[in-house]
């Protein structure tokens, strides 16, 4: 049809050139055109027809139309009319200034017009030149095609055969016939494009994941947001909201659903009223999903276009994340807090012990100072840290044995004990340590530093010299008294002993003793069991306890012992060791039972000067009575009566003489006399008496000095004694009489080898009338002490069950 048309039109070119009528024609074209409906469908056949009215109305032989592409910057040919391929090929697709007309054109922005292609110099020798040559053109205008609202749409070129001058290119409608082809061109090109892209979002729309809905907010009367009314939705929109498009489309929120949030009215509001878009997150509870909703203006009708995305998923991980940096958090917060605290407790603790804390490196380097250090080297620690031992300047000597310390430790992984001394940087005085060294490991094991703990033990050892010196004081004090001190714990074993205490046979040395029982150091059993007795009886009492006792010292002497038993108790009242302070009494009982002794015999011998006499003087009238009258025939009978009479009466007086010999104040008659002399004298009266009981005497004399006697006393002592040793014998028995000088002093020993005395019967001789003979007087040695005492001498007395030895000591 329209081809019709176009030929029709040159048909009529060609009869009615440059007529009223051609005008009119061609007016009566671009009117045609102006109505005709155009569409995407028939651009292609629009263009044709224009193209056709342009080589009509401008008289020309052949003619082009591009179109502008907008992507490559080109213009590319839509309709030709009178070109074979190999133009169509070499101008398919002309950039701006590029050789052709059109490209000129297009560079320029405006119409060209070459009114003779052979004299343009700029196309002398080109190819352009010669491919248009070779379409036989002579002659080409080219106008640009611009829309209304300026844009740059395609180019119209018309050519002619021969060359033409400008003025007859007759392009006054051309002008007309370029916009309206423009207008039409970008119309359809508009629509093509809005219905590409239309499709392509509705298609986007429809497809996506994300919900998408055009909504319209409605507002009241006083501009406040109060609902709204879904416009359009998608599938996923439907989805996400669990309710069908048709429900409702066109319905107010309020109307379809139950509950409503007036915070969704406030933002949508918002992004109608300011419009600027906006991004919130939204929870579905009956879904249980998280949207972030994404919200833009429309600028229309109130309107305006959510996109929700479900990003459930993503905030449950958000929630999980946030739980877990919370109770992260929480944990931080909570060991942080742990951590301050014991850092505070530590820190109390580390600044008021009086332990020293200091950490060296494996180069003997300080690393760090507790606060005590600081405190008791008197010593800033900036001034020590980073430092050595010898760059501190400390002893060569010490710093070495330091070493071989910190060394031991750290091969032998364990606390390695030293003591220091340092000299207090603010007093000068000395300070003592006692410190111990532990290495650190790394996590190889490889010994990282040292750690050092010190504790100032100079008080104490301030306190422990003290005690020494005064121990040592009262050691003296204790090992020069006239007492022996003992010192055992609960078992009874000693723990200390003084040195006096070595003259009782207990062991050589004091340290011999420590940590022995009496049956350890040889004390025969029958001996300490009364000991034991009382010790433990102090023990278990806690009371001081004494008793006398008797044990022999080193020279075999028996001695007697006076022991006090102080029970040592400890804080809680409890015995710990027993102290025993023991007397040597043996001198003092001594003494004791000799005045005892002499009191009884004093007592005795008043009594006998007392009644002696006055006994003795009628006793001897009975006597001489008796002799007369045994003398008388008429009595001759009773010879034997007689003779018994005078016996008794006799011995009766020697008991009587005796006891007047008893007497303190008897007389005697102290004359210097030989002591040998007295016994030689004696000793014959004596061998006469053995010979007739069968015993042995032997005299052992030696030199002896002089000495004040009374002949007949001492003769009265020595047979006393000797009597008794007779009587305490068996037939076999032997009396040894001696005399010696001891220590400057006459000695007269009578020794037998009798049966011995018990110690009860040695802790009575010397009272009168203790006897253990059925026709004893007792009285024998209280007269022997007697003559002694007068003589200024003293009897000792050593017996045992294989004899008896008297010591007199003049
Ligand atoms: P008497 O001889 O009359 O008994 P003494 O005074 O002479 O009285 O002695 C007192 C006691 O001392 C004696 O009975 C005897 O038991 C004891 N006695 C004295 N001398 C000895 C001795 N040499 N050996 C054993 N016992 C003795
Ligand atoms: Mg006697």
Redesign the pocket.
């Known amino acids: 049809m329209a081809r019709t048309f176009g030929t029709d039109c040159l048909k009529q070119r060609k009869t009615r050139r440059r007529s009223q009528q051609g005008e009119f024609a061609a007016l009566k074209l671009l009117y045609d055109l102006s109505v005709r409906n155009v569409s995407t469908n028939n651009l292609a056949e629009v263009m044709e027809d224009v193209l056709d009215i342009a080589i009509i109305l401008s008289e020309a032989d052949m003619g082009t139309l591009q179109l502008w592409d907008n992507t490559t910057g080109g213009l590319k040919i839509a309709a030709q009319r009178g070109f074979a391929q190999p133009f169509l090929d070499f101008f398919a697709d002309v950039r701006a200034g590029q050789g052709a007309v059109c490209g000129e054109a297009l560079a320029l922005r405006q119409r060209v017009v070459v009114e003779d292609v052979g004299k343009k110099t700029n196309f002398v020798g080109t190819p352009n030149l010669a491919v248009m040559q070779a379409a036989g053109v002579g002659a080409v205008q080219s106008t640009l095609l611009v829309s209304r609202e300026g844009r740059l749409v395609g180019m119209l070129t018309t050519h002619y055969r021969a060359p033409r001058p400008a003025a007859d290119m007759n392009l006054a409608f051309f002008d007309l016939l370029a916009s309206q082809a423009a207008d039409i061109i970008a119309q359809v090109q508009a629509q093509q494009a809005l219905k590409t892209s239309e499709e392509k979002y509705r298609q986007l729309f429809e497809s996506m994941n994300e919900g998408f809905a055009i909504i319209e907010m409605v507002f009241d009367d006083d501009g406040r947001p109060v609902d709204y009314i879904m416009r359009e939705l998608n599938p996923a929109w439907e989805r996400q909201a669990g309710i069908s498009k048709e429900r409702i489309l066109g319905k107010r929120v309020t109307e379809f659903l139950p509950v409503v949030e007036p915070v969704w009215f406030e933002r949508y509001g918002e992004v109608v009223t300011s419009g600027e878009a906006k991004i919130f997150e939204e929870y579905n509870v009956s879904l249980d999903r998280w949207y972030e909703v994404h919200a833009y203006p429309l600028h229309r009708d109130n309107r305006f276009a959510v996109i929700f995305t479900d990003i459930t998923e993503r905030k449950q991980l958000e929630l999980k994340l946030r739980e877990h940096h919370e109770s992260l958090e929480r944990l931080v917060e909570e060991r942080t807090r742990q951590l301050e605290r014991s850092e505070r407790l530590y820190r109390t603790l580390v600044e008021n012990i009086p332990i020293t804390i200091c950490r060296m490196d494996r180069d003997y380097r300080y690393r760090y100072l507790s606060p005590a250090t600081e405190k008791d080297y008197g010593t800033k620690g900036e001034q020590i840290i980073g430092k050595s031992w010898d760059e501190l300047g400390y002893d060569e000597a010490k710093v070495g044995e330091w070493r071989k310390c910190f060394e031991q430790a750290a091969e032998t992984g364990m606390a390695v004990k030293f003591e220091f001394e340092l000299s207090d940087n603010k007093t000068g005085s000395q300070q003592y340590y006692e410190a111990q060294v532990v290495t650190e490991k790394d996590e190889l094991g490889k010994v990282e530093s040292f750690l050092i703990v010190s504790e100032n033990v100079t008080t104490r050892k301030l306190m422990e010299q003290q005690l020494r010196h005064s121990e040592r004081h009262y050691r003296t004090l204790v090992e020069n008294l006239p007492v022996f001190i003992s010192r055992y714990d609960k078992d009874l074993r000693f723990i200390y002993r003084s040195l006096q205490g070595e003259t009782y046979k207990l062991g050589r040395e004091n340290t011999s003793v420590v940590g022995r029982t009496w049956a350890d150091l040889g004390v025969p059993e029958t001996t300490y069991r009364p000991w034991q007795k009382k010790f433990n009886e102090a023990l278990s009492s806690g009371r001081i306890l004494e008793f006398e006792t008797q044990y022999p010292n080193q020279n075999g002497e028996i001695r007697d012992l006076l022991l006090r038993i102080v029970p040592e108790k400890n804080g809680a009242g409890q015995v710990e060791s027993l102290l025993s302070v023991g007397l040597d009494v043996t001198e003092r009982k001594r003494t004791e039972s000799e005045l005892m002794r002499l009191d009884r015999l004093n007592l005795v011998g008043e009594m006998a000067a007392a009644i002696g006499h006055e006994v003795r003087n009628p006793m001897t009238t009975v006597r001489g009575y008796l002799q007369m009258l045994e003398r008388k025939q008429e009595l001759a009978g009773y010879g034997e009566q007689f003779r018994t009479m005078i016996g008794e009466l006799d011995r009766a007086n020697v008991i009587i003489s005796d006891f007047l010999s008893l007497a303190k104040n008897k007389a005697v008659a102290l004359e210097s006399r030989s002591l040998n002399e007295i016994i030689d004298a004696l000793l014959p009266l004596l061998r006469a008496e053995a010979l007739r009981t069968g015993y042995d005497i032997q005299a052992d004399l030696g030199e002896v000095p002089a000495i004040q006697a009374d002949d007949k006393e001492i003769r009265q002592l020595i047979l ?2 000797a ?3 007779f ?2 014998m068996e037939t076999g028995g032997r009396l040894t009489i001696a005399t010696g000088a001891e220590a400057g002093r006459v000695v007269l020993t009578v020794r ?1 080898t ?4 018990p110690q009860e ?1 040695v802790d009575k ?1 010397g009272t009168p009338f ?4 059925e026709n ?7 007269v022997c002490y007697r003559i002694a005492e007068r003589h200024g001498g003293k009897i000792g007395v050593q ?1 045992s069950p294989s004899g ?1 030895t ?1 010591k007199i000591i003049f």
Do not use: I, Q, S
């Open positions: 006393n004694l009597r008794n040793a009587e305490a037998d009798g049966h011995g005395m019967l001789l203790v006897t253990t003979k004893g007087t007792g009285l024998g040695l209280p017996t008896t008297f």
